[in-house]
């Protein structure tokens, strides 16, 4: 998938100086966009700095240096070759341990961080907020998919994003986060005949004496 600006960071994080505008811009509606960017209308000149008198600039030329500006940085963190940017890459899924992740020194290392897919407005949800300080980062998804089989419920698919154990000291920690950003999925059997005998648990009562 390649890598698609959001026209959010042109104007929240670029070329507006007020810093509010930027923290609360999240999700603009394209109705927005359409009066911005139409120049027949006054709302084309939305974007005009104020503090310059004698110059008025419209959305349409903030747009074009935000662009400029965007594909600078771009080159700078993913290389010159546009063709080899990938979205998944800019995009990665974060799954924080709690309270670990907080951590101060060992707090990333406890973060379970795959590359991702989808987006804010996609049927993969991946959801980035632009006013953070990692605006592409996806911080809100499906943690959990299922698929159904109602025919035979044996049948059905699940997957979660990070793994099976909470313990970060477990293999069992991360195992799933790469089959959840490549859109793999796992059964879960509940048939006692076809899961077998996979581990013995055997409690022994031993009388203690006390002195």
Same mark, same amino acid.
């Given at each position: 998938m390649g890598f698609r600006l959001n026209p959010s960071?042109?104007?929240?994080?670029?070329?507006?100086?007020?810093p509010v505008f930027g923290k609360n811009w999240r999700f603009p509606p394209p109705i927005s966009w359409k009066a911005v960017f139409i120049t027949k209308t006054d709302k084309a000149t939305w974007c005009d700095n104020v503090s310059t008198i004698d110059v008025e600039k419209t959305c349409g030329?903030?747009?074009?240096?935000?662009?400029?500006?965007?594909?600078?940085?771009?080159?700078?963190?993913?290389?010159?070759d546009m063709a080899s940017w990938?979205?998944?890459?800019?995009?990665?899924?974060?799954?924080?341990?709690?309270?670990g992740s907080f951590l101060p020194l060992i707090g990333e290392g406890l973060s379970i961080i795959r590359p991702?897919?989808?987006?804010? @407005?996609?049927?993969?949800?991946?959801?980035?907020?632009?006013?953070?300080?990692?605006?592409?980062?996806?911080? @809100?998804?499906?943690?959990?998919?299922?698929?159904?089989?109602?025919?035979?419920?044996d049948?059905?698919?699940?997957?979660?994003?990070?793994?099976?154990?909470?313990?970060?000291?477990?293999?069992?920690y991360d195992n799933l986060a790469t089959g959840w950003t490549e859109g793999d999925s796992i059964a879960i059997k509940t048939n006692r005949d076809e899961i077998g005998p996979t581990a013995r648990l055997i409690l022994r009562a031993e009388k203690t004496t006390t002195e």
């Open positions: 960071s042109i104007f929240g994080r670029r070329n507006l100086e007020e030329q903030l747009a074009d240096a935000g662009l400029l500006a965007a594909l600078a940085e771009l080159r700078e963190n993913h290389g010159a990938e979205w998944s890459t800019a995009h990665p899924v974060v799954n924080r341990h709690i309270p991702s897919s989808g987006g804010n @407005h996609t049927i993969n949800r991946g959801q980035h907020v632009i006013s953070s300080d990692n605006p592409f980062d996806n911080v @809100h998804a499906a943690g959990f998919r299922a698929v159904y089989d109602l025919g035979n419920l049948d059905s698919r699940y997957m979660i994003s990070t793994g099976q154990s909470g313990n970060p000291f477990s293999q069992s």
